[in-house]
């Protein structure tokens, strides 16, 4: 053998060694959207910020993944984008059998029910669904309701409800008396109301008293054409442990029911 090609073998073999964790590591791309109290985008900065962008770190930690996060990006076109496969991972999503068919729903907190939002003037005493049949409502486009109140406003009739793009633009049409109510996930409502004062003023809250309204359970959605198979039990694991260690009551504190 020619003189020089043993220690070149050897570097060739040391060099391997060392690339190869780095190389086997998966990079999943995380689609999101602007979320108030959960992630958001300020400006223009492409970096979010928030409880999940502090969970999903963690998850990368613990899994052993990078992660790479996108800019903000509707939460319809994330969803096709999952299906298609050309982003790998989104938070937050509620349970539907479309997605279920879509992606894989992996569970890791549940969230608080809606709740009504009503004008501070009106005393009108609200505290079961059936009394909203007369009222005229609004809610949030692409913003699931609590499976209960959705079943249940499905048979108010259309030209009593409105659908707008935003929490806080709910919560103004009901300040402005555009509409009677909003109906919307308290976690969100909270965020906009430390942020202003005088818009939490002009409204308030009403819980619906009903043993079917209970915390709806919340899931990281994968693509199911995630490269790595061993990556989705990886991820489980990890998220059981976070919620083990508490972790998870830690980064998110009141925004999540358990």
């Known amino acids: 053998m020619k003189k020089g090609i043993w220690p070149a073998i050897a ?20 689609c999101l959207d602007h979320f108030p109290g959960f992630h958001e985008f300020h400006g223009n900065n492409r970096q979010p910020v928030g409880p999940s962008v502090d969970m999903m770190q963690e998850l990368a930690r613990r899994a052993d993944f990078r992660l790479h996060i996108l800019g903000k ?11 298609d496969g050309e982003m790998d991972v989104m938070t937050n999503l509620l349970y539907s059998a479309r997605q279920a068919q879509q992606l894989t729903l992996i569970r890791f907190a549940s969230r608080h029910p809606d709740r009504l939002y009503l004008a501070a003037h009106d005393v009108r005493p609200i505290s079961q ?3 909203l049949s007369h009222l005229s409502l609004v809610t949030v486009r692409n913003l699931g309701l609590h499976p209960a109140i959705q079943q249940f406003i499905s048979t108010v009739p259309d030209q009593q409800k409105q659908q707008v793009s935003s929490t806080l633009t709910a919560l103004q049409m009901v300040a402005r008396r555009r509409a009677d109510g909003a109906l919307l ?11 202003q004062p005088e818009l939490a003023s002009q409204l308030r809250e ?25 990556l989705e039990q990886r991820i489980r694991t990890a998220l059981l442990d976070m919620k083990k260690d508490g972790t998870m009551q830690r980064i998110f504190a009141d925004k999540i029911a358990d």
């Not at 990006?73 to 299906?83: E, G, I, N, V």
């Open 11 to 30: 570097v060739a073999l040391l060099t391997s060694l060392f690339a190869a964790p780095l190389m086997a590591q998966p990079v999943l791309r995380w």
């Open 73 to 83: 990006t509707p939460s319809s076109r994330c969803l096709k984008q999952l299906a």
């Open 129 to 131: 669904l059936t009394q």
């Open 185 to 195: 996930p308290p976690t969100q409502v909270q965020q906009l109301f430390r942020q």
């Open 206 to 230: 009403v819980k619906f008293h009903s043993d079917n309204i209970v915390p709806q359970d919340v899931y990281i959605g994968l693509s199911r054409q995630l490269q790595d198979p061993a």
